[in-house]
Each structure stands twice: as structure tokens, then as C-alpha cells.
DNA sequence: TCATTTCCATAATGCACGCAATGGAAATGT
DNA sequence: ACATTTCCATTGCGTGCATTATGGAAATGA
């Protein structure tokens, strides 16, 4: 499902299979709920906003996605699934131990200020206070989440001679402190730069922390 | 402004001064917005919501507060001014370098996960992405909070031979692990234990960085 | 070609929201 | 004591919200 961000209306009447319209609507509906949360918040992403910004109708939407809590779903599933393809997909040949942190903290922290996980994040922090929980339980994205980044963790630093329970603790810190620097970044108002020295004290502090023996 | 947070109403028909009144009323209001926000989040924080969890109308949120921004404004200067009294008043006494740090991180996440910092950083979550950024723009919340933090860390940390310029990227390190960590449990549904080795962690960072001369 | 299914726009509905207006009880102060 | 001001409950209103219902155009497949 390709990004179709900057997508405006095809020119009408162009003969398209089912699935070609189907792909598009989606990803069209899709983007314009990731970017009107991170936009205008949560709260005001509203039916007609998604509607509008997405340029279809809610019938389209109640086709696709059922209703409002259905495509808020598909954001997070959507999103979750691309986020893990492209860390998956991280070419890791041989750096040194100090690059691939480097190269590990720089993607991250990309990760964590783009406007799919800020959306996602604002998703999560309404669903998992609803009275009524839905069926597959909130805090599960969560830990399939961290299941993915484990996964690229030990692809990048499996070889590092520290002990496994350490090892998840400094993820679990690495996440902390990113996701941290990203929050404040945005509650900066906008855009700023990106915090360099911050996440060179991150990086230094996981390098060292790597390399001593367990 | 005393906490009314566990307060029912009064026996009614008591004779009291409109400063008690309104004092108590008030405080009833303010922490109804937080425990709302915090526990069922800012959507749902609706006003009869408010009203109902403070045990009084929408006239008297009317009166005190004009309207629903109003609200939410006021939490934010009340809550911080709480937070900053709170912070100033802490005795520093000639204590060590570990002790200090240990003492100020473990204040310092305590006010990240509590009720009041999360409901304003939904507060301001959202006030920040308004077409119409009110009067007092809604970063400056964020500017007075990080001066205050300032105030305080040159108190606990103000002896440290460190450049200036070094401490101020440690202290927004700090905010920023603390921030990280207290959403990651946030997210995480619910309360659970306080994560100790990665506040050890983090404490370990300062300990060394701070100790080291300039 | 024609029935069926998919896709989506249009229109209408019901409801909850924030808010304004009003009035009255309680406190104040003279 | 009485006028004034403060405090707050009641009521009602307009709007924007999510959602449903319906119909029709486009694609499918037989």
C-alpha cells in the first residue's frame, strides 16, 4: 500500500479495477487520518476533516473501514506494519559497534517524530482509556510493538557480549529516552532541530554500556 | 488551594464566605478536570463530565471559569504553580553528589507520572494545533516550566564544574528520559512498578557527567 | 449481454456537546 | 434592615458530530 499522501483526485472517469480503486481510496483515507492527527490533533480529526482531507465521502469510509473506530484501528495496524517492514528491511553488514548505534539511534528517533507514530500515539492514548474494551486489547499493540524492535535490536546488537536482561533494559531505555525527546520536541511547538547533543549522550551512553563484557 | 480531590458536598445549608466558597468550589473543579483527563482522557472530558465528578452545574463552572478553555487554562496555571511552589520547596541540605541526583530524579519522575502532568500535557497536546492560538501562546507553558526546572536544577546541581551550556543540555536530557519513560508506562495500561534500572541508568549518566570537571 | 457484486456519493437522523440566559439563594456592606 | 453583589442551579438552544439508509455507477463474471 503505497503513500498516497500528495495524491489529488484522478481526472474521472478512467476504467480501474476493483482493486486498484480499493488500494487507493484505503491509503488516500488512511493517510489523511495520520495527517490530520498529527495536524490538527486527535480530537478535531473529525469525520468531515477526514473526509475532506482525503477528498471521498464517509460513504467511502463506511465501506471500507465500517465506522470511525474502524479506521482508527486500520492507522495503527497500517502504520505498525510499515514501521516494522522498513526496520526490518535495515541493511546490517559489518560496522563497528559505534556506527550501528549511530545508525540504530538515528532511525529510531526518525521514527518516533514522524507523524505515523505520533498518531498512532494519540490513538493509543485514547483507546486504552475507554470504559469498554474492544476485543483485541490496546495495550497488544504495545508488546507487538516491542517484539518488532527486539527483533532489530538483536539483529544490530546480538553479538554484544552483555547479558539479555540487560540488553532489554537499554532498549527499553533507548525507547524511553527517544520517544521523550520526540514529545518534548513536539510540545516545542513545530518543528525545531534535531536534537544532536542529546542523542550523542544516548549514543555514548549505549556504546559504552555495550561494549563492557557481561 | 487545598486538594478537594476525595471531598463530597458539603451537609449543605452551612453559612461560609464566598472566599470559602469559592476557594473550595474551585479547587472541586480543577481537580475534577484532572482526574478526568487522566483517567478517561481529554475527549471524553466533557463537561458534564466535569460537573458531574465535581459534584456541581455548569453555572458554576460558568462563573468561575467562563468557559470549557477557561477550564483548562486555569489547570495549567494551577497545576504549575503548584508543581514549581512544590519544586522550590524542597530542602537541599549538604547532601552528596549521588544523593542528590538520586533525589532529584526520583522527584523529578514522580511529577512525570502524576495525574496533574499528564492531564496538562494532553491540555497542551491539544491547545498547541489550534488554528487560533489564543493570547498567551501555548508554548509559552512550556518555556516557564523548562525556567523553573532551571531554578531548581542550579540549586541541587549549581556547584558542578560543568559548562553552563553542558548542564542545560543534561537538564533537557533528564526531562526528556523521565517524559519517555513515564509515557512508555503510560501506554503500557495502567500503573506498574516504578522502572528502577533505567532510572538507575539515567542517574548513573549524571552522576558521571556531572562529576567531571569543565 | 446481463445479473451480481463492489464501490462510494447523497441525504437524513439522532444525539451530545458547549454555551447563553435567567433567576434565585446566599453573602456582603452600609 | 435592605440594597447590592457574589455564587451557582435550571433551562433551553444551535451546532457539529458519528452514523444509518438508500440509490446508483462502475466493475465483475457468467
Given at each position: 500500500m503505497a503513500d498516497a499522501r500528495n495524491l489529488r483526485r484522478a481526472p474521472a472517469r478512467v476504467r480501474r479495477s476493483h482493486a486498484e480503486r480499493t488500494a487507493e481510496t484505503r491509503a488516500r483515507i488512511l493517510a489523511a487520518v495520520v495527517d490530520s492527527i498529527a495536524e490538527v490533533g486527535f480530537h478535531r480529526t473529525t469525520a468531515v476533516e477526514i473526509t475532506r482531507r482525503a477528498g471521498v465521502t464517509w460513504g467511502a469510509v463506511q465501506h471500507h473501514f465500517g465506522d470511525k473506530d474502524g479506521i482508527l484501528v486500520a492507522v495503527l495496524e497500517d502504520t505498525f506494519g510499515r514501521f516494522a517492514a522498513r526496520l526490518e528491511s535495515?541493511?546490517?553488514?559489518?560496522?563497528s559497534l559505534e556506527r550501528r548505534v549511530v545508525f540504530f539511534v538515528e532511525r529510531a528517533f526518525e521514527h518516533f517524530t514522524s507523524r505515523e507514530y505520533v498518531s498512532t500515539f494519540e490513538i493509543l492514548l485514547d483507546h486504552l482509556r475507554r470504559k469498554d474494551p474492544p476485543s483485541?486489547?490496546?495495550a497488544r499493540w504495545q508488546v507487538q510493538m516491542l517484539r518488532a524492535w527486539d527483533r532489530v535490536w538483536r539483529r544490530f546488537?546480538?553479538?554484544?557480549?552483555?547479558?539479555r536482561k540487560r540488553q532489554l533494559l537499554l532498549q527499553h531505555y533507548t525507547v524511553a529516552v527517544l520517544t521523550g525527546l520526540a514529545s518534548t520536541l513536539l510540545l516545542e511547538a513545530g518543528?525545531?532541530?534535531?536534537?544532536r547533543e542529546e542523542l550523542a549522550l544516548l549514543e555514548a551512553t549505549l556504546v559504552r554500556e555495550l561494549a563492557q563484557a557481561g
Open positions: 535495515v541493511a546490517i553488514d559489518r560496522m483485541p486489547d490496546g546488537f546480538g553479538d554484544a557480549t552483555v547479558p518543528e525545531r532541530a534535531l536534537p
